[in-house]
């Protein structure tokens, strides 16, 4: 018996449909000069109306409040204050390129391609999953920058009493719960990468000291989110019957996306104040700073 | 019933038989006006520029809806943002010393010096922008289904490409937002584990923004990045064709 493993054919381009054809020149042609001409005009208007910053010269002492990346990498800026600085610098990034990269390699079925959303109930999932993602994202923003614990006092009156305080932030987890001291200084031994890191202390041998409620805030609690909620999201959609084919999976997956960067950004970039407190858009002040002295910092 | 006669040719025919059908227009351009089926597809065919598209693609493809010539409007903020770069570059020089003072001199002393600097920003922005929207449409269209699972890939490394040179373009002015904002998004880059300091101290050429910097941001904005960007797009829009052109329902 033979038995031949045979590799899954890669698909090959579709045949042309000759006669449902138009010549290049001048159907797309002409779209084209004129969306590059509507671009340039619109763009020459924009720069003769609206000039590109420039404020004073660079000054490696005065620091203003608050300092902020390019307006596309205020996502990553925002994500910083909630969570461990190289999982929300780096990792999460990394990953989730891998994870956009290798859609095509996860959904390799052909059908619905070149046509909008392209399956059933792709309409619905995108606006769902996107307002998941978006809603969800201002929700945790809120709560861990303790604004719901306020509104929930201030605005209706209701305080959960001490034995809820934990759960006024992401931080009070750990400073609100009674850990045992052991927790705080849980011996392991990791690799240490003294050659790489020019500040790892002591030798490859030194044993390390995990601060396990520091751990769960900083890196437990994000991962459990961030990974969970689009879980239970696509699990859920898949349960009531609106995600079928693993297209579905991956608009549910991307819109939620797009719902929590959007919201990532635009908190990054308009709700963000000084000391990088969450104001409102028509609060928000930079101020120059103070030579010589550091800004506040969060 | 009578034969029909050939007209004589009026005088327009006559501007228009000089125009195109003399030995220097012939010698540039090979074909005839495009105003026939047979000359259009030759000037598509023999033009190195127009050759990137095929000479007749599906009725589909040239309904705005299907794209709104997102990836052809990223594509075109490149090539004028490679124009305002390249005169600002005859202006600006990339030392501690001058690059404030030269960004001041642009604005003020050069003739239509601002317009070129404003041009530049804005269509930074909007490349930024259009580039991630292009992501957006072909995600939504399903455009990254099997033929296209590897120009998808190349679409993804040229988003972060995109990113990287808005990200270095950012330092230039050397003033009080560039420098901070370039600080805050090193400290990003450094905090990864393991190779962050050290990919931060690359990036910088230092252990924080200053001359070595500038110069570093420079030369990766002006031809490192742009370079690597013309290389993967070559491949994206190659392999466009490659694959059979834009997705179409099968």
Known sequence: MATAVVARPVARPQARARDE?????????????????????TLFLLAFLINA???????????????????YLLNLQELLLHMNAAMAGVIIPTIWLVILGAFPYFDRE?????????????????????LVGFLGCWALILWDSGKLA?????????????????????????????????????????????????????????????????????????????????????YTMWRIGW???????????????????????????????????????????????????????? | MAVEQPTRPTIADKIYDKMFHNYLWKSIFRTGYPNTPRNQMLVVATNVFLHLHPTRIHRTHVKITHTYCLGGLSFFMF??????????????????????????????????GQLMRNMHRWMAHAMVILVFM??????????????????????VILLVLTFLLSFTGYLLPWDQLAFWAITV????????????????????????????ALIRFYTLHVIGLPLLAAIFMAVHFWRIRRDGGLARPL
């Open chain 1, 150 to 234: 306020f509104f929930m006092h201030d605005w209706f009156g209701i305080s959960g009493g001490d034995s809820l305080r934990f759960l006024a932030d992401v931080r009070s987890f750990q400073t609100q719960l009674p850990w045992p001291d052991w927790s705080k200084e849980i011996t392991y031994l990791p690799f240490n990468l003294k050659l790489l890191s020019s500040d790892a202390p002591g030798g490859p041998t030194q044993f390390q000291h995990l601060d396990f409620p520091g751990w769960i805030v900083e890196q437990g609690i994000p991962i459990a989110v961030m990974v969970g909620l689009p879980c239970i999201m696509i």
């Open chain 2, 134 to 155: 292009h992501m957006m449409r072909v995600f939504y269209t399903g455009a990254y289904k099997p033929p296209r699972e590897f120009n998808w890939v190349v679409g």
């Open chain 2, 79 to 112: 090539l004028g943002l490679t124009i305002t770069g390249i005169l600002l570059m005859f202006y600006y020089v990339p030392s501690v010393d001058r690059a404030y003072l030269d960004i001041q001199n642009i604005q003020t002393n050069v003739q239509f």
């Open chain 1, 243 to 298: 995600v079928q084919t693993r297209r579905d999976a991956v608009l549910a997956l991307f819109s939620g996306f797009i719902g929590a960067y959007g919201v990532l950004t635009l908190v990054g970039t308009a709700f963000r104040g000084q000391g990088q407190e969450l104001v409102f858009p028509w609060e928000l002040k930079v101020s120059e700073g103070i030579p010589g002295q550091e800004a506040g910092g969060h």
């Open chain 1, 21 to 41: 054809e138009v010549l290049v020149w001048p159907d797309l042609v002409f779209i084209e000069f004129i969306a590059a001409m509507v671009f340039t005009l």
């Open chain 1, 53 to 71: 910053p420039l404020l004073d010269q660079a000054n490696a002492d005065v620091t203003p409040n608050p300092s902020k990346a390019p307006w």
């Open chain 2, 185 to 212: 998004g090193t400290n990003i880059a450094g905090s990864a584990p393991v190779l962050g300091p050290k990919s931060r101290f690359w990036l910088l050429g230092g252990l924080q923004v200053g001359p070595d």
């Open chain 1, 110 to 130: 052909q059908d619905g391609q070149g046509e909008w959303f392209g399956t059933e109930g792709a309409v619905k999932i995108t606006i769902a999953a996107g």
